[in-house]
C-alpha cells in the first residue's frame, strides 16, 4: 500500500508498506483524506525528535475497514475521525477526563508497519499518511457520514488543538479580547474557536496580509502585520494571547501584550530545547503563561460536539481546505505549505 515514509534522510512516497491486522482494542482504517500540518515537517527538520525510518501523518478521517476483540463503538464501514491521543482510559489522568496528560499516550511510538520485512514506526500514534492504518480503539470517533472527509480530516489535530485551547485551556468568555500571533492551521482554529465563545475582539497577527481575508472569514475583527499594532487597538492589552508560531521572541511579545489578569497561550512547536525569557515584574498583576496539549482535549466528546457545530453552521471546516492533493503530489503539498499560500493542505488516496 502506499504511504509517505521518512527515513532520517528524505521523505519518500512509497507503494510496498504493509499493516498487520488489528489486535484486541484496536482499529484498522482506511485513509481517505489527511491534512498537512507543521507538525509533520517539524519531525523532518528535527524539531520534533522521533525514531525513523517512519510513517508521516497525524491528522485524519477514514472508513473502518475491521475491529479488533473488545471494540463496541465503531463497526467496519463507519466513518471516523482520527486522533492521536492513544490514552489508556484507566490512569488517574484520564479519570480525571485530562486524556491528553496519559503518560501511556506520549513518547511510545508502535510499530504496526513493515516495509521489505523492516518494522517502521508510527508517528503520533496515527499515520494517517498511508492507506490504512492500525490505532487504539479509543482515536476512532465515528462521524456523520455526510461530512467530506477532506474536512472531517482536519478535526483530528488543527481543530481539536486550536478549538480546544480556546474552550478547554483558556475558557475564553464572552466580551473577552483575544490576540490571536499566526494564522496558519492552527490560528485561524483558534480564532474561530474565540468567535465561537464569544469574545468581542479577535485581533489576528500575521505578517502575510494575504491572510487578512481568510482570518475575517474566521472571525478575527482585526487584522496587523505585527503585534506592534495591538497596544492602540488593546490600550490595556489582551485578556489572552495565543502564540501559534512557535518562535521565542513571539512568546515573550504575547507576555508583554497581557492586559491584568491575561493568560498567554502556547501553541507554536518550539525546538525541544528553546528558552524564552520574560520580565518576572510583569507577571505579578495575576498574569499566567499556559501550555496547551492537543488543546486539552477529550477527544471522545469534542469530536461530536465540533461535527455539530459543523452542521450548524458555526464551525468553519470546509473553508479551512485550501487544496486538495493525491498522495503522491507530497512535495507540492509541503511546497505550497511553506510559502504560506494554503491554511490546509489536505492529501487523499
Known amino acids: ?40 515537517l517539524s519531525v523532518v527538520d528535527g524539531t520534533i525528535p522521533f525514531p525513523v525510518p517512519v510513517v508521516l501523518g497525524h491528522e485524519g478521517a477514514g472508513v473502518v475497514e475491521a475491529v479488533g476483540v473488545g471494540v463496541t463503538h465503531v463497526a467496519p464501514g ?8 492513544a490514552n489508556c482510559g484507566t490512569c488517574a489522568e484520564c479519570d480525571r477526563g485530562r486524556p491528553t496528560m496519559c503518560r501511556q499516550a506520549i513518547g511510545r511510538p508502535g510499530k504496526p508497519f513493515t516495509r521489505g520485512g523492516q518494522p517502521v514506526y508510527q508517528f503520533a500514534s496515527n499515520s494517517a ?63 474561530q474557536g474565540a468567535r465561537i465563545a464569544g469574545a468581542s475582539r479577535i485581533v489576528a ?15 478575527a475583527t482585526d487584522f496587523l502585520k505585527s503585534t506592534e499594532g495591538v ?24 507576555v508583554d501584550l497581557l492586559d491584568r489578569h491575561g493568560q498567554a497561550i502556547l501553541l507554536g512547536t518550539a525546538p525541544a530545547t528553546a528558552e524564552a525569557s520574560f520580565l518576572v515584574s510583569s507577571m505579578f498583576l495575576d498574569k499566567s503563561i499556559l501550555g496547551c496539549r492537543y488543546g ?41 505549505l511553506e510559502a504560506g499560500r494554503v491554511a490546509r493542505g489536505v492529501l487523499t488516496f
Not at 78 to 85: K, M, R, W, Y
Open 129 to 191: 499518511f498511508a492507506e490504512r492504518t492500525v490505532v487504539k480503539a479509543v482515536q476512532a470517533v465515528r462521524i456523520p457520514k455526510d461530512i467530506p472527509m477532506p474536512s472531517a480530516a482536519l478535526i483530528g489535530c488543527g481543530v481539536l488543538t486550536g478549538v480546544g485551547a480556546v474552550l478547554n485551556r483558556a475558557r475564553v468568555d464572552r466580551g473577552e479580547s483575544v490576540v490571536v500571533i499566526g494564522t496558519g492551521g492552527i490560528g485561524l482554529n483558534v480564532i
Open 231 to 254: 497596544r492602540d487597538l488593546l490600550p490595556t492589552g489582551a485578556d489572552h494571547v495565543f502564540e501559534c508560531v512557535g518562535r521565542v521572541e513571539l512568546v515573550r511579545q504575547a
Open 296 to 336: 486539552s482535549s477529550r477527544p471522545q466528546r469534542d469530536i461530536p460536539l465540533y461535527t455539530e457545530l459543523y452542521r450548524q453552521g458555526r464551525l468553519l471546516l470546509d473553508e479551512l481546505v485550501t487544496r486538495t492533493y493525491p498522495v503522491e503530489d507530497f512535495e507540492k503539498a509541503v511546497g505550497d
Open 1 to 40: 500500500m502506499r504511504g509517505v515514509v521518512f527515513d532520517g534522510k528524505q521523505i519518500q512516497v512509497v507503494d510496498d508498506l504493509e499493516v498487520r491486522e488489528p489486535g484486541a482494542g484496536e482499529v484498522l482504517v482506511a485513509i481517505s483524506a489527511a491534512g498537512l500540518c507543521h507538525s509533520d
Open 78 to 85: 463507519d466513518h471516523v475521525a482520527l486522533s492521536t491521543l
Open 205 to 219: 497577527v500575521d505578517a502575510n496580509p494575504a491572510k487578512e481575508e481568510t482570518a475575517r472569514k474566521f472571525g
